[in-house]
């Protein structure tokens, strides 16, 4: 396998790392979930998942990959011979085509959305009202949401052809910085509306009545999707380092720059929304709903609502990548397939199990199981399971996994290969027995034990 493609570069590892970690989970999903859970008081606990659990799993993940440059089921193979591991990157690749068949519709949307902005449509939407009229009008029309699908679709397909370094990689550093300026002007321009102290406020100031058992559930949960964890995303890119690279600092760098976007998003939407003076419990539709009208209204509207849907649609599609890359890898390393067989394949594959939930708004809305006393459509379903069950279950085997067959002594030891030029504190946080004992900690015995209770709780069990 001397033939196996590697980054060409430590920043193109970082910014494709970062590319998958920063996405609709940032941008679209963490202003509306902090929206409905009490703002700031949801980013405190988030945060703390992050640091004890996400931070963990994350050098665990992109470890198990540079270690054995493999694929998640490859890794788990190479490490423990053909036993029942294996499933655990099975599972990473179940993953991948739940995660990619609601991933794509909402970057399908944010495409759409983009030309929208380009058109001026947003310039007549008076009120959110109109605006998710607007929205559901569209969505009523399968070939609208399928053609849209379509189009985000064959954009991941081309960059995943071309490559590690010359898809993957260029793509990465070409939009990451790209994405960062976007952002940083209309955070900018956020900030200087009149009331966005209000926004800030929001975000910033917590408010602990609102938390509760749930809060727990939705912030570990969306601290497994956001860092892209649980499915063998950050182990397929891990797996195109070699020995030399460094692990824990890449991890570092990687989870601060996902959580400071989020956070950056959070202010960019919130102070745009409250001094409009609109509710941030809008739900999934803040961005779709509630920002193109309130956005086109500002002055210089135009071109900052094109310019948050560009944004959106960068982030969706830089995570989108290394979502289908988990089971490209996964064909050409398990199958021997090329990587252009192996993409058209899995590509195919994917493009088609996302049919239900394109149709999930048209003709197949009326299709729905409970969950949870909720109707769910196949969109909300896969929705569901990808970040409520199978990222977290796969965090939770990746942690046994890494605290009791593989050993926290054997992890620490690859961790800390290859950082010798390293200029960050991360290894030297490492190196100390002490800081040992406490990843040990988190890895055996924090993690576990929270993925577990929430488990229990979301079933009803306790
Ligand atoms: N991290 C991505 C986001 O925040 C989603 C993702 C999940 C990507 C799992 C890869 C694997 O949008």
């Known amino acids: 396998m001397s033939n196996r493609e590697q980054w060409s570069s430590k920043t193109g590892f970082i910014l494709a790392a970062a590319g998958s970690a920063v996405g609709l989970g940032n941008i679209w999903k963490f202003p509306y979930i902090a929206g409905e859970n009490g703002g700031a008081a949801f980013l405190f606990i988030y945060l703390i998942c992050i640091l004890m659990i996400g931070l963990p799993i994350l050098n665990v993940e992109i470890l198990l990959g540079r270690t054995t440059q493999k694929n998640p089921v490859g890794a788990f193979k190479a490490l423990h011979g053909d036993s029942h591991w294996k499933y655990v990157g099975g599972l990473g690749v179940l993953a991948s085509f739940t995660i990619l068949s609601f991933y794509s519709i909402v970057g399908g949307w944010s495409v759409a959305y983009t030309f929208e902005a380009l058109r001026g449509t947003f310039h007549s939407f008076e009120t959110p009202q109109v605006a998710a009229e607007f929205f559901n009008l569209k969505n009523s029309n399968p070939a609208w949401v399928v053609g849209y699908h379509t189009i985000f679709f064959a954009m991941i397909v081309v960059i995943i052809l071309s490559g590690i370094k010359a898809g993957i990689e260029k793509a990465s550093k070409f939009l990451m910085p790209v994405l960062f300026i976007i952002l940083m002007v209309l955070v900018f321009q956020g900030l200087m509306l009149p009331d966005s102290d209000k926004g800030m406020s929001f975000l910033f100031n917590p408010d602990w009545s609102k938390i509760n058992a749930k809060t727990f559930l939705l912030a570990l949960g969306h601290a497994f999707f956001t860092l892209s964890l649980g499915m063998g995303a950050m182990m397929t890119y891990g797996s195109y380092l070699s020995d030399k690279d460094d692990v824990v600092n890449a ?212």
């Open 251 to 462: 991890s570092y760098l990687v989870a601060f720059l996902d959580t400071l976007i989020a956070i950056l998003a959070g202010v960019a939407i919130f102070t745009v929304v409250f001094s409009s003076g609109y509710d941030p419990t809008a739900g999934p539709g803040l961005v779709f709903h509630v920002l193109p009208p309130l956005l086109a209204q500002l002055p210089g509207g135009y071109i900052f609502a094109l310019l948050f849907f560009l944004l959106l649609t960068i982030a969706a599609v830089t995570s989108a990548i290394s979502i289908l890359e988990v089971s490209v890898a996964y064909l050409v390393d398990e199958m021997r397939y090329s990587r252009k067989k192996a993409t058209l394949i899995m590509g195919a594959l994917v493009y088609f199990a996302a049919i239900p939930c394109a149709l999930s708004f048209n003709v197949l809305q009326d299709v729905t199981i409970l969950v949870q006393g909720k109707a769910f459509t196949f969109f909300d379903t896969a929705d569901y399971l990808a970040s409520n069950i199978l990222l977290p279950l796969g965090g939770f085997f990746i942690a046994i996994f890494a605290g009791y067959v593989w050993g926290v002594d054997e992890v620490v030891k690859n961790l800390l290969k290859g950082n010798s030029e390293s200029v960050y504190f991360g290894n030297t946080i490492l190196e100390s027995s002490s800081s040992k004992k406490v990843f040990g900690l988190l890895i055996r015995y924090l993690s576990p034990i929270l993925i577990f209770l929430v488990f229990l709780y979301q079933f009803g069990w306790i």
